[in-house]
């Protein structure tokens, strides 16, 4: 009797039939499980890792055993193995899409969606908590739960991943779903060629025969009029369809400059939920749940030392692992504590804990840039509302995060006096019982600031 890669492909799409696993699945599966013996009944199948060992011997080994016995004619037992760490980088990691694979996942999800980003895959934290239930929820019953459902945050913390993570189960659960997940650039662009093609009304057709329309990026479309009412008209078609909208955002929805009221107030109807930075002890269950999937291992107290020097976002801690491991890999050096502060280091320069001298014009414009408005405008003596806050909220900021007095930043607002600088940080600490969104953008706009510090 023989059993080889095929008979193994035969029993999961078995699996998909008998609808254990999903289509999606099936293709993951197929990518990492590799036939290694089999023997008196015994099958050996390597998985790239720790994480895929576990999760297949716990979610499909028992099918895989039924249906491969049955086919055999005898028990059949299965034992998943883990490929040994001599395998090179691209062979452990998680499947990256071969040119073919592209093709056939494109053709089965049309929307774009990334495997990579599923639930399972996201690590909530107390940071994240509220959203990652929201997003669930959602998943499971689109277009009645929250809808629509705004979810904001800084970079890299995780929106788009939950965005995707919604589409992917609503995908796998409801296949016949017509799920449309666009960033809000590219949106603008496919309007564009719809109107450059004098076809606007194959754009609107397009997005109002959506089941789930996810936009990332919404605010990207500041400015971008045509878009925005395009957008507004397809919103009032799904929304009173019922079905479920769901847009991401940088910031929280009373922030967009240059977009129409008509639209923000559609957002403020649903759910509306913040992502913020990790915490200590997330950042290091993120770690660890990245090197699992990856098939790598890095010392305890090298997580440590990751978690507690990357301080902007998740991205950053990935590029942080990927540039760790890549080192010690081509190098054939340890990993260690001296090694990893070196990459980080060199990866890292301007962003990790500040050194360097944080520029009173830098924060500035990036507060400026912010608000869609210009530093002079900040400087300037205009008391229009736009321009107003975010002065307010610039003196603010540079007296939580540097040692010039109140009448040293007064001199740099146009010569301003200090009891002007004194009102403004009292008036934004009265904002922040208000309305706990300004909280957020602070901590954002700080961040934003660190990042780009000088040393
Ligand atoms: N809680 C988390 N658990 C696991 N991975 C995470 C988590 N949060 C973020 N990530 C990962 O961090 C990376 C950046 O996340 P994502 O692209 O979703 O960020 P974003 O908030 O959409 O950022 P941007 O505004 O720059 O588009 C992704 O690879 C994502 O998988």
Do not use: W
Not at 49 to 57: A, I, N, V
Not at 367 to 391: C, E, G, H, M, Q
Request: a negative charge; hydrophobic letters at 35%; one cysteine or more.
């Amino acid at each position: 009797m023989f059993i080889d890669n095929t008979e193994i492909k035969e029993t999961l799409q078995y699996l998909v039939e008998q609808n254990e696993i999903s289509d999606t699945e099936r293709l993951g599966c197929e990518e990492r499980m590799q036939l290694v013996t089999y023997q008196d009944g015994v099958l050996e199948i390597s998985t790239p890792s720790r994480y895929y060992r576990d999760r297949y011997e716990e979610r499909y080994k028992e099918k895989m055993e039924e249906y491969l016995s049955h086919i055999e004619g005898k028990a059949i037992s299965i034992q998943f193995s883990v490929r040994p760490s001599t395998l090179t980088e691209s062979e452990s990691s998680p499947p990256q899409p071969t040119a073919t694979q592209t093709n056939q996942v494109k053709q089965q999800r049309p929307t774009g969606l990334s495997l990579l980003y599923t639930f399972e895959t996201f690590v909530p934290g107390e940071n994240s908590l509220y959203p990652y239930n929201a997003a669930i929820a959602i998943a499971k019953n689109p277009g009645s739960a929250y809808n629509p459902c705004l979810i904001y945050g800084g970079v890299g913390l995780g929106k788009t991943h939950l965005m995707q993570a919604i589409g992917n189960y609503i995908y796998d659960h409801n296949p016949h779903m017509n799920i449309i997940f666009i960033s809000a650039e590219k949106m603008f662009h496919d309007l564009a060629s719809h109107t450059r093609g004098n076809s606007p009304h194959a754009f609107r057709e397009k997005y109002r025969n959506a089941d789930v329309l996810l936009m990332d990026d919404i605010h990207l479309l500041q400015r971008k009029v045509e878009t925005q009412n395009e957008l507004f008209y397809v919103f009032n078609e799904l929304y009173a369809q019922q079905k479920q909208i769901v847009f991401t955002c940088d910031r929280p929805i009373s922030e967009l400059q240059n977009f129409s009221a008509r639209m923000t107030s559609r957002f403020e109807r649903g759910l509306t939920v913040d992502l913020q930075p990790p915490t200590f002890e997330t950042k290091i269950a993120i770690i660890k749940k990245k090197l699992e999937i990856e098939g790598k291992e890095f010392p305890s107290e090298v997580i440590e030392l990751i978690a507690n020097t990357i301080q902007t976002n998740v991205r950053d801690l990935e590029a942080a692992i990927t540039n760790i491991h890549a080192y010690a890999d081509l190098t054939g050096e340890k990993i260690t504590l001296e090694s990893t502060m070196t990459r980080l280091k060199a990866t890292f320069a301007g962003s990790l804990a500040p050194q360097g001298t944080i520029s009173t014009s830098k924060v500035q414009k990036i507060i400026a840039d912010y608000f869609d408005v210009t530093v002079n405008d900040l400087k300037s003596k205009r008391k229009t509302k736009n321009i107003v806050y975010p002065r307010q909220l610039a003196m603010y900021i540079l007296r939580q995060i540097t040692d010039l007095s109140t009448t040293e930043i007064g001199l740099e607002f146009g010569g301003r006096d200090h009891t002007t600088v004194m009102h403004a940080c009292q008036k934004i600490e009265d904002l922040k019982i208000i309305d706990p969104n300004i909280e957020s953008t602070i901590r954002n706009l700080i961040r934003s600031v660190k990042e780009n510090i000088e040393s």
